[in-house]
């Protein structure tokens, strides 16, 4: 997937988990953690996992659990880590 800030070596792609954090969500946030189910040439498709719920580490969350979607502006992202 070709994301305007993609630096990393590793591809991120649909069907990934990753956490986003963005600008404006303050000190101390979760972020938003999720699988990425599309994206396009401005925004990103975040299926959102319930909150409270513990960062993947090892891609083990099933992708059932989404409970919400995310359409996240790539120019408010400040950050992305590559759970799974």
Known sequence: ????????????????????????????????????LQSDDHYLYLGLFPPGTPPVQSGTRNPKSVVAMAIIPFRHITTLIHRA
Not at 22 to 34: D, K
């Open 1 to 36: 997937m070709n994301m305007p800030f993609d630096r990393s070596p590793r591809s991120i792609d649909i069907g990934d988990i990753i956490t986003v954090y963005t600008t404006g969500i303050g000190p101390g946030s979760q972020g938003f953690t999720g699988v990425i």
